[in-house]
């Protein structure tokens, strides 16, 4: 359990850890590839120790360098192995990652429903009609699914989603990966994680061209041998978070260590609200000492090309909690997100009116009350700690397993700002 209480307003300069969003596609791309690949900054938290444990139980060997407790060597899995049992997989959402290392190490996936943040009802069938285009059988049942490798698919797969899917664009292209085969896609996703693994893969030969309608990835035309060496980027949805904080107590402050322009939409709405802000190359800084505007904020999550991210909402609904405005959310992405962030904020006294299951709109100031709350996602514990850094006494806030999901210490990073945030036994 986390105490926080409100006190001074945050400041300083912060560190982000890597990104668990860009690690994961990073992670199984390693595996797919088939090659012993060295990955820096990969961020110690419990999703990303999921997806280990299942790359290992796969057959897939890691070694972790004594020199650097972030750096992690995957290497191929030996010989074409019995299919494993995977039941961790249901514990994360980007299990679905590893099918296409799966199918490459033994022919076979067979996987629970996967699971992650209960944001709403996941689906998975955009990420089936891929493996049927590759020619692969896909089977389903109320427990999982099992996908067969086709071991003579067509040369060349056409797939065109019907929304800009991150997790079926991993896949799609992991899949022509792990067979050599080429692939054209319609209606990629743009967001920086798919666009860092395909950076990834060009390093190492793969030619890709990524347009804003279409993706094509292509085999590279000669063998690769030498050592691979992938970065996982900064935390740009940290970055964000620690950014709404600052603001959110009237601070000021430097967040570093992702690429700045990633969270650009989080300083251009810092700035509309008043609060000056900026971002450089690698860092985000909240300048601090401007006039709340009362303008309207208006956060949209999307998937099209330079969209919100859906998992900047939450921070930026605790912000706009304490600013002057009605201000309007909406993330129709992840239909269950604001259940979980209204029912919790509401504890704290918020009144936030929902428009739909999926809008919502609050008008601030509002003065907020601690209060026993839960971390029911990710998003949602981050947006607590902030709303609870601007309540009037103490906010207890349970269930901190899903905050270690995607941050290795996230009220360590507030606590270094100045923060009043205390791990306490219940
Ligand atoms: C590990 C990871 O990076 N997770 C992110 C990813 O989730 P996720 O991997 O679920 O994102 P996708 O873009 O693939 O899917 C978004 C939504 O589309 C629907 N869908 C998707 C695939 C499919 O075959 N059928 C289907 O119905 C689901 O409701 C899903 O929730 O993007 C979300 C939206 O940007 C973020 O909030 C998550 O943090
Ligand atoms: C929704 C999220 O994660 P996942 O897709 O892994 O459940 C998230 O990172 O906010």
Known sequence: MLTVRPGRPLRGTVRVDGSKNAALPLLAAAAATGRTVHLANVPAIADVDAMLALLQRSGYHLARPVSDPRALVVMPASDRGPVPELSEAAHIRASYYLVPALLAASGQAMLPWPGGCRIGDRGMDQHFKVYAAFGDKVEVDDDGYRVTVAEHGPVEVMVDLPFRSRGTSVVAVLRAVISGRRLLMGNPNHSPEFTGMLAALRQIGWQIDLGTETLSVA?????????????????????????????????????????????????????????????????????????????????????????????????????????????????????????????????????????????????????????????????????????????????????????RRGHPDLPGKLRALGADIHEADR
Do not use: Y
């Not at 600013?323 to 704290?348: C, E, K, V």
């Not at 601030?364 to 029911?376: D, H, I, K, T």
């Open 219 to 403: 085999p590279p035309v000669s063998e690769q041998e030498a050592p691979v060496a992938w970065t996982v980027p900064g935390d740009k949805i940290e970055a964000g978070t620690l950014a709404c904080a600052l603001a959110a107590t009237g601070g000021a402050g430097r967040i570093e260590g992702m690429r700045g322009e990633e969270a650009a939409p989080v300083v251009g709405a810092l700035n509309l609200l008043g609060i000056n802000s900026s971002f450089e190359p690698a860092a985000v800084v909240v300048h601090g000492g401007g006039q709340p505007s009362g303008a309207p904020l208006r956060v949209v999550a999307s998937l099209a090309p330079g969209g919100l991210d859906a998992d900047f909402e939450p921070a930026l609904m605790a912000l706009a909690l304490g600013l002057p405005g009605t201000h309007l959310f909406a993330d129709s992405i992840n239909p269950g997100r604001h259940r979980n962030l209204l029912s919790q904020l509401t504890r704290l006294g918020a009144a936030i009116e929902a428009l739909t299951p999926t809008q919502c709109r609050l008008t601030g100031p509002q003065r907020l009350n601690g209060a026993a709350v839960e971390a029911m996602d990710i998003r949602t514990g981050s947006a607590l700690l902030i709303a609870a850094l601007t309540a009037r006494g103490t906010t207890t806030v349970t269930r901190l397993d899903q905050l």
